[in-house]
T-cell receptor, first 112, second 111 residues
């Protein structure tokens, strides 16, 4: 069974204090790993897709990286508007093609 | 592009009543997904369609839940009869090749 575990469950940072969120996964075969951001009362918003170990993607203060067992979402010099829940998910491909399994998320709070 | 459109945004119903949630996917997307989100269980996939055909409904909790996609631009998720434990936020998402686009969700409260 595909599993996704995110840590920590919650993270509090001061504005400008860089940190990383972790996503560990267990799948029979990885077609893609996806990061989403979710604000309260809204649907998840797509951030990145990573397909193979060693791949990196960047967007503003966020950088996502991928190894064979985990992914990291690095946040550099965060701002209060980066506060949200960050969700990691995997598409195992094969007979599960297109189906995403989500982790529980990391709640990020950035204080000014 | 208006994105994935869900209706209603909020639904409050009494136990035993029928509830129908609606979704309009993004034009051209060939996959449509229904998810349920709760604090305890996070995001759970209920069912998904490819080209209007149900592919995997193993996440549908029980026979009280049913979903249809009569055409490429419309899908419904029906709960009959509803129970308090069905209270959650229900999301519809659509995709083409990779990366989902989610709707804003329907917050269902069953009292």
């Amino acid at each position: 069974e595909d599993q996704v575990t995110q840590s920590p469950e919650a993270l509090r940072l001061q504005e400008g204090e860089s940190s990383s969120l972790n996503c560990s996964y267990t799948v029979s075969g990885l077609r893609g790993l996806f990061w989403y951001r979710q604000d309260p009362g809204k649907g998840p918003e797509f951030l990145f897709t990573l397909y193979s170990a060693g791949e990196e993607k960047e967007k503003e203060r966020l950088k996502a990286t991928l190894t064979k067992k985990e992914s990291f979402l690095h946040i550099t010099a965060p701002k209060p508007e980066d506060s949200a829940t960050y969700l990691c998910s995997v598409d195992a491909g094969g007979t599960s093609y297109g189906k995403l399994t989500f982790g529980q998320g990391t709640i990020l709070t950035v204080h000014p | 592009d208006a994105g994935v459109i869900q209706s209603p945004r909020h639904e409050v119903t009494e136990m035993g009543q029928e509830v129908t949630l609606r979704c309009k996917p993004i034009s051209g997307h060939d996959y449509l997904f229904w998810y349920r989100q709760t604090m305890m269980r996070g995001l759970e996939l209920l069912i998904y369609f490819n080209n209007n055909v149900p592919i995997d409904d193993s996440g549908m909790p029980e026979d009280r839940f049913s979903a249809k996609m009569p055409n490429a631009s419309f899908s419904t998720l029906k709960i009959q009869p509803s129970e308090p434990r069905d209270s959650a936020v229900y999301f519809c998402a659509s995709s083409f090749s990779s990366g989902y686009t989610f709707g804003s969700g329907t917050r269902l409260t069953v009292v």
